[in-house]
């Protein structure tokens, strides 16, 4: 079995409510592997995209533990995120997000592309 290329532990998220808080994610544990696909569902606003988020370093919890290819994210500075975003992480919106005029795989090629990737290689590791 390969080994996990993201973990989590006791994942929590809250947002401000009136005068308290609410509970969004309440100790999300996690463990993905390379060559898995995984789905996450569930009802409107039930946290799917906060998760996702923070998953994705764009957003951080209010408490628990991130791990990303062997790196413990806490204390990590934004430009130490966006290194990691830019180099190991891809995010593919569904609906507006997309370019029409391309296919789904150059959709995700597109980045790759942008960062200086040739077009065979991109839609390589794209695909």
Do not use: W
């Amino acid at each position: 079995m390969s080994e996990a290329i993201l973990r989590t532990s006791d994942l929590v998220k809250t947002y401000p409510s009136g005068e308290g808080r609410i509970g969004v994610l309440g100790g999300v544990d996690l463990e993905l592997r390379a060559g898995e696909c995984v789905a996450v569902l569930g009802a409107s606003g039930s946290g799917k995209t906060t998760l996702l988020q923070i998953l994705g370093t764009l957003r951080a919890p209010d408490s628990g533990r991130i791990e990303l290819l062997g790196r413990d994210l806490a204390g990590c500075t934004e430009a130490a995120r966006t290194l990691l975003r830019r180099r190991h992480l891809g995010f593919l919106y569904q609906h507006h997000h997309l370019i029409g005029e391309l296919s789904a795989l150059e959709n995700v090629a597109a980045p790759l592309r942008f960062a200086g990737a040739s077009r065979s290689e991109a839609e390589a590791r794209a695909g």
